[in-house]
């Protein structure tokens, strides 16, 4: 979204730059027309001045020409105070009369020689042209330092670049706002889309955007109606078989256990025909099976998608825990475990059944997974202001890398002892994002075992 945004932004710069730019050229264009024009408006007038400046000429004195001015040329001489020169020079290019940095060599022949020439800082324009006089032939020299081209340049940053470079300024800092303002509800629409859970596959609300982009909110409404289509239909089907092989796994299961304890009868009696070793391995094999289906379905009515419809209650962690506890008491004893108890009283709105499963699967894997003579603690309280349930052991705990792999299902970290299908922290994990939670990964007291925290709204 950010790369569509900058590239509005770039697309639409270069559309309004372009014609400013050339309109800025245009502009510069005209000005030096403009500027050309009126300094051949100025060589004229000075060409019209020379003869009149050789009209004034009424006498000589002993050493210059005795001169009275013609009007036009005294008009010319005040407006240009300072900028504007004169001078007659002999045949020869010496100074009769006027400014003397005027002197040079004469044109050679009558036609007006117009030239410009640097002069303490400024550019003058200068005709030179050889006039009949009352006194004979004289070189009339008339010079302007108002030259309007070399005014050109300044009227072109200021006239024309300033302006421009202004309005550019103008358009970029519009053009940024416009694009801002235009974007805002295809930038929310893209912050709704990126706080979302994966899960989440609810439909967005197409009133809400503008009509530009309602084709692609309704398309992803239909994207998100075809993939929970399918994933409702998978969590129906692992549901719907897990429920189905309930019944006769449980069956099977029972058979089996009978069939141990006869195989074990057998055994102390001396008239086994079958070894027992292959009998054990039945049971086993069958008691992971029915796990897998219980944890399976479970796992299905666990989904986070299909309880957001359902209303949470006031749940009672603290007993909650001493049922976990009362639970898995003998599971514990029978391993040598210390089963601990360290709840205060606490309520959050939730579902029972959902945190009761999470809490079993949590304390089952603290005590299949610990060492013999170890110890595990069941938890529940607030820190701060938030509650939680916690369960902590000392067993061999989990590597930091693998901590995050272990929540993923039927995950099993390497090496790990005991019976177990990898789904007992799936669940849990899928049973706090019902709650808008996350189980929290920490390594126990002293370094040791393993502690899991789910924290919960108050």
Not at 25 to 40: G, K, M, P
Not at 139 to 160: C, E, H, K, M, Y
Not at 292 to 305: G, K, P, V
Not at 406 to 429: D, M, S
Request: charged content about 25%.
């Amino acid at each position: 979204m950010r790369g569509v945004t900058s590239g509005l932004r770039r697309r639409l710069l270069v559309l309004l730059i372009a014609p400013l730019t050339l309109l800025a050229v245009v502009n510069a264009w005209l000005e030096f027309r403009s500027a050309d024009n009126i300094a051949t408006q100025q060589d004229q007038r000075l060409l019209s001045l020379v003869p009149l400046v050789a009209d004034s000429v009424i006498g000589q004195t002993t050493d210059s020409p005795l001169l009275m001015l013609a009007p036009p040329v005294e008009e010319f001489l005040k407006e240009r105070a300072g900028s504007a020169a004169y001078a007659l020079l002999d045949p020869d290019g010496r100074r009769l009369h006027g400014d003397a940095w005027l002197e040079g060599l004469p044109p050679p022949d009558s036609s007006p020689e117009v030239h410009s020439e640097e002069h303490d800082g400024a550019t003058w324009r200068i005709v030179r042209q050889r006039q009949p006089t009352v006194v004979g032939e004289v070189v009339v020299v008339v010079a302007d330092s108002s030259d309007p081209r070399q005014q050109w340049a300044r009227s072109i940053l200021f006239r024309v670049l300033l302006p421009n470079l202004v309005l550019i300024a103008a358009a970029a800092f519009a053009v940024r706002w416009a694009v801002k303002q235009a974007l805002k509800p295809l930038l929310s629409l893209k912050e709704a889309v990126e706080r979302r859970s994966p899960r989440d596959l609810s439909a967005i609300d197409e009133g809400a955007s503008p009509e530009e982009v309602r084709p692609l909110v309704e398309s992803l409404n239909r994207l998100f109606g075809l993939v929970n289509a399918q994933a409702e239909g998978q969590r129906r089907f692992v549901a719907d078989a897990a429920h189905q092989l309930r019944t006769p796994i449980a069956g099977l299961q029972a058979q089996v256990e009978a069939w141990a304890q006869a195989a074990n009868a057998a055994q102390q009696a001396g008239t086994l025909a079958l070894p027992t070793e292959q009998v054990y391995k039945l049971r086993s094999a069958t008691r992971r099976t029915s796990q897998l289906a219980n944890q399976l379905l479970a796992l299905s009515r666990a989904d986070a998608r299909g309880m957001h419809s359902q209303p949470e209650q006031r749940v009672d962690l603290k007993s909650l825990c001493e049922d976990a506890l009362e639970a898995h008491l003998d599971a514990a004893t029978g391993r040598r475990i210390d089963l601990g108890l360290d709840a205060h009283p606490v309520q959050v709105m939730g579902h029972e059944w959902l945190l009761r499963e999470l809490l079993s699967n949590l304390v089952d894997n603290a005590v299949k997974y610990s060492h013999e003579g170890g110890a595990v603690t069941i938890r529940c309280g607030r820190r701060g202001s938030t509650p939680f349930l916690e369960v902590e052991d000392d067993g061999p705990g989990v590597a930091v890398m693998e901590r995050p792999r272990i929540l993923e299902r039927f995950y099993r970290v390497q090496g790990t002892q005991g019976e177990g299908n990898g789904l007992g922290l799936a669940i849990a994990e899928e049973i706090a994002r019902v709650h808008g939670s996350h189980l929290q990964l920490q390594p126990g007291a002293g370094g040791r075992g393993l502690k899991v925290t789910l924290p919960l709204p108050g």
